[in-house]
Nanobody, 125 residues
């Protein structure tokens, strides 16, 4: 069983920055690809960014490229999402997720086996 706990969300003005963290426990963290998803009110959960097991590959939703950076520290069992240049449309609950049988960095919700409880990010315009 893998447990994921997100932190770092909050309220920020447009143009500001936040860094989300996701701490994992249970299992072998370096075996999992990790990703961040988000869900805005009334919308489907969507892929934001993903990172391969050892951090050599990353992938981003087009609208966050150049603003968001995903990284991981396997020694700390933690994945991060650095968010710069935040926009109102980035407002959502952000979830981290673990893919226990990774084939690269996948973007579909169904490919992820464990999820955190989510952390709220609110960007005022």
């Amino acid at each position: 069983q893998v447990q994921l706990v997100e932190s770092g969300g909050g309220l920020v003005q447009a143009g500001g920055s936040l860094r989300l963290s996701c701490a994992a426990s249970g299992g072998t963290f370096s075996n999992y690809a990790m990703a961040w998803f988000r869900q805005a009110p009334g919308k489907d959960r969507e892929f934001v960014a993903g990172i391969s097991r050892l951090g050599s590959s990353t992938f981003y939703k087009d609208s966050v490229k150049g603003r968001f950076t995903i990284s991981r520290e396997n020694a700390k069992n933690t994945v991060y999402l650095q968010m710069n240049g935040l926009k109102h449309e980035d407002t959502a609950v952000y979830y981290c997720a673990a893919d226990l049988r990774p084939a690269g960095v996948r973007q579909a919700l169904r490919d992820y086996d464990y999820w955190g409880q989510g952390t709220q990010v609110s960007v005022s315009s």
